[in-house]
Each structure stands twice: as C-alpha cells, then as structure tokens.
C-alpha cells in the first residue's frame, strides 16, 4: 500500500452515493443544490462572498468594496472591521450556545474539561489581558508553542482578541526552527508550556524555547508566559519567564474585542516550499473568518448537535482552521485530543470517539494506513455507532486506505470527505460536498463554491480530461494567503509565475500535479515540486539539505522522498563527505540526530546513503530524478544525456 499510482485510481470506479439519512439532514442536499450554488458563485464572486458575509458573520463596520484585485494581491471587504474572536465567541453568548460546549478537551493521561461558550470566552478575555499586561499591543507578533491543550486554542484567541497576530509553531519542531520562525516574524513574546503528554512520555517544550532564545539569539523575544501541564521541574528566568497561573491572578475578564480591519494580519503560519528557508505565509481577518465559517458548514455539514473531532494538531493549518476558527464561528462543538496511538493504548482514538460520542472524525491518510497496521480489533472493540461523516486531509488517500475507512470506522454508512487544500489556501479547496456529492476512493472530488480550480499546462491552457497537469486556481478567494511575511517578491515568484499570465488573468499554482476525470471530479496525484510529504507534514528537500551541510563532515547532500507504505513518503539523503571523514554507520547515525536537532524528529533521514559524487547535469544541478529512480530501487528511465558525468549514476547504482 502506498501513494496511489496513476494505474490504480484510473481504474477506480466505484461511487458511493450519499446515504439518504445524510441527505435528509444535509444543508445542501443534491448534485443540483450544488451546481446552483457553484454557478452562483462564477457568475458573481464578489455578490456571493458579499451576501454570504452579511448574513453570515457579524461586523462592527460594513465594507466599502467586496474584492480590490491587483494581482497577485487580493483584498476582501475593504474598510471592512471585525473581530474573529466576537465571531467565534461574543455572538453566541446572546444565544443557548452560551452555555453549549465549546471545546471538549481529552489529556493524553485520561484528564478532560470541558468549556462552554461563556467560560471559553471568559479565559480567553483573561488571557488577552494578561497579554496586554505583558506588552502586547495590536500588531505585535506572538509566537506560540505549545502542546495540545486548551491553553493553545484560549493563547491563539486571546492574540486574535487584541489584534495581536499568532505565529504557532508545532511542538514537534526543534529549538533551531523555533528560533528560525521567531526571529523571521520579530515575535515580542513565546507562549510556551512545561511540556505536552505524548506517546506515553512528557515531552519538555520550554526546554527548547529556552534553546532558541538562549545567547541572546532571538533578540525580539521580551518574555515567555508559561503554561504548567506536566509539572516536571524546569528553569523560569528571572524577569524573562511567567507562569500563566501566577499572571492570571487577580486579572479582570473583561476584554472587548478590538476592532480590526477586514486585511490586518490574524496570523503568520510557516511552512515549507521547494527553495530556501520556510515561507511565512501570511492570513488577514475578514477573508478568513469567512471561508473557513462556511467551509465548516458545506464540507463537514456541521450541526448543533455534532460532536466534531478533528485529530491534527494546532501547530498546522488544519488545526488553525477546523479546530478553532471555523467551528467555534459555526457555534459548533469541537474536540482537542493531546495525545496520539501508543503502545499503552494503540485504540485510543476509538475510546474517544466512544467516550464522547463523536459523530464528525477528521484525520490524515497516513494515520488511518496507521490504524490499518494496528489492526481491525481495536475499533470492533469500541462503539463508533455515533460516527456520521468522516474526513481525510493531507496527501492523497489511496482507494484501499479510503475502503478501510469506509468499511471499518464508517460500517459503509458515513460519507468520507477527502478535502484537498494547503496552508496558503486558508480553508478546504476540493471535496466532496458530504449530502450532494457521490464520492470516489482517492479523489478529492470537486471544487467548492467560488474556486474555479483547474488543470493546465505550462502555458495554463486546461489539459483534456484524464490526462495529468498542474492543479490552479483561476479567481482569488477569500482565504487565499496574502503574502509572504516580508517577501511580497516570493510570494509573486513562489506561487504565480510558473503558470505564465494568460490574457491577463492570473494563476495560483499551488505545487500539485492533478487530473480531473470525465465527471469533472480532481485526483490529486501529489507534489511536482521539490516538497516531500512525511506523515502528511511538508518538508522542503532544499530544507534538509540545508541542515546537512551544516554539519561539518558533509561536503553535499540532496534529498528525495521514497515511498512508504505507512508514511506516504520517507527522506532518504544522499551525501558526500568532506575529504578527511570516514563514511560509517555512527556517521550516519550523528547526521541524522543533526537533522532533528535541525528541524525536528519529522524531517529525521530514514535513510543515508554516502556516495563519492552526485549526479548533475552540466548546468550542475543535482538531478534528483535519477536519485528519486535509485531510492525507490527502480531502474532509472527517461533522459539521461544531460548527465555531466555518467559514471556518477554507476557508481551510486553499485552502492545500493
Ligand atoms: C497535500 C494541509 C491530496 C498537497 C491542509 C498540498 C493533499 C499539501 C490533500 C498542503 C488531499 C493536502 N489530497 N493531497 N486531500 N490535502 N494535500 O500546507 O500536496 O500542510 O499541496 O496543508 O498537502 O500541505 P499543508
């Protein structure tokens, strides 16, 4: 099992209509209602968004022009102001929501809680207050690092509360990356924890802040707010460091939503592109709150009564959007889990989706290619009947993984939602709309309501059906990233000059190659560019690279994704040693301990491969097709001639 092949998804046939109860309860409830609303959209974006954000957000201030196009920058309810924050909490304390669960929150060791509408707003407020205590005024960066607890939903809306914007940083980054992407955003403070509980260990988190900010090396950081979950013993420095329980006492809770305009930046969230260091793309207010609001609602169908439950962590885009944001603006229930399957309890996932009668579970292809390994007796042993819709996002599933889920966690009567879409995009691109869309193993199915994604050619002209090109999209949307943090020239250069212009209309390449079938539906057959996906994580080869030659034995590295059953791709490096150093197992093994402490345990080589040369053309650029070939242990095909040195590729293919 691994990444779906071209063979094996054009042969897949099978589609699964959406189940008449679904249907009966569904907003959008046939192919017709959402043709309509998709046609709606294309004849008319601006009204579509226009009405949409009327009747469905709240404003302190109505915008004077819906959409101010310069391409390549976009600009949604101009003079527009609101607060994410009066939008996810304020509104529905006016309602029965107020005392409606708001996050339900699972600790890896079994603690729980649970927050209301009135009370998560309550913290929240709290916590925006010691923010301005500590500082922080709107526009500051705050950086955020933290483990999956309440605390880092409560940090990233008490930042949106003030108008400060959030830059989180996943946990499982090292302190090297940390200090990377705080030094980038010029963050003033780090919120940060003791630890985080996971896989049945205390995984320390200040410890790494402490890393990162110490010699002075982040010198923007004033301060660090510590959250205490683990309790384990660590050092607070004078002056520098503050336990939030100690901060929070005696603070007032009241705290106004300050009112922000439609583009002041909500956060910067850093991920990985084919060249240099990681981008900070940027996401403003107005555009945001709205896509992501009513994405919850048409991907997810989310009700009242749903309990959804959505497995990432806050330190991605998943977690920004359909974790916080997009259901706490919906008035939905949303669940944070902490922990991950382990060997103490490799079903914990079944036990929290019985224990709080989940009935929306939205996960990775590879953690369900996990569950798969792990074997069908640990969810028959648990009562999932609650289950109504189920989610993938991250990477293509491939249709065996997609038949698993659908047979085993779903009992063949919950509609799976493959939702393709990217941090840059903000919210979900493609799916299937879960009452209208008849789904299809391992396609991503349609575009929602107001993209008008496509598949083109170099020149951007569309390719026919069922042939493969690159996935773009033809209008801005309002979700879409607006820069990257202090590099509007990347941004132009990252995302909208591969596809050249065409008649003046711009387009977004988003770094996918894709395919649509003769029913119109995409598949999505993965990265074109130099980016490999490891457990659904981006990482940039460039990237890895970069942490390798850093270390003093490598003379130069390049890196290729090969297949993997359970993580959809693993790193192998290839590298050559300085002249002195001795190519060893020990070796390897310190190279591949400097990536992680480079980057993180995620962009750890699985596999190192020293070699005396590397293939490159006569331009000297490393071809890492040929390398991509000889990882995977296939013949290299295809074009060899541009090849400076011939023996180069003889020699690595002896080695392996
Ligand atoms: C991949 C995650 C196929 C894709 C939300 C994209 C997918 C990258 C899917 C973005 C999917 C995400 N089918 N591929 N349903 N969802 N991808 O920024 O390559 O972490 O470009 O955002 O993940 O990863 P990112």
Redo the contacts with the bound molecule.
Sequence with gaps: MSQPTIESILNEKRLFAPPADFVQKARINSPEAYQALYDKAKADPAGFWAELAETELHWFQKWDQVLDWQPPFAQWFVNGKLNITHNCLDRHLTTWRKNKAALIWEGEPGDSCTLTYAQLHREVCLFANVLKQLGIKKGDIVGIYMPMIPEAAIAMLACARIGAPHSVVFGGFSAEALRDRLNDGQAKLVITADGGFRKDKAVPLKAEVDKALANNAAPSVENVLVVQRTQEKIPMEPGRDHWWHDLRQGVSAVCPAEPMDSEDVLFVLY?SGSTGKPKG?VHTTGGYNLYTHMTTQWTFDIQDEDVYWCTADVG???GH?YIVYGPLSNGATSLMYEGAPRASNPGCFWDVIEKYGVTIFYTA?TAIRAFIKMGEHLPNGRDLSSLRLLG??????NPEAWMWYHKVIGKERCPIV????????GGHM??ALPGAIATKPGS?CMPLPGILADVVDLEGNPVPDNEGGYLVVRHPWPSMMRTVYGDDNRFRRTYWEHIAPKDGQYLYF???GARRDGDGYFW????VDD?I?VS???LGTMEIESALVSHGAVAEAAVVGKPDDLKGEAIVAFVTLEGDQIPNDALAQELRQHVVAEIGALARPEEIRFSEALPKTRSGKIMRRLLRSLASGQEVFGDTSTLEDRSVLDKLREGA
């Design positions: 991920t793309v991605w885009i998943t959007s292809p993938t996002v991250g990477e293509p599933i493959d939702t393709w879409w990217q941090t840059e995009t493609l799916t991503a988003a770094g996918d999505v057959m993965g990265r980016v996906s659904g994580h981006r």
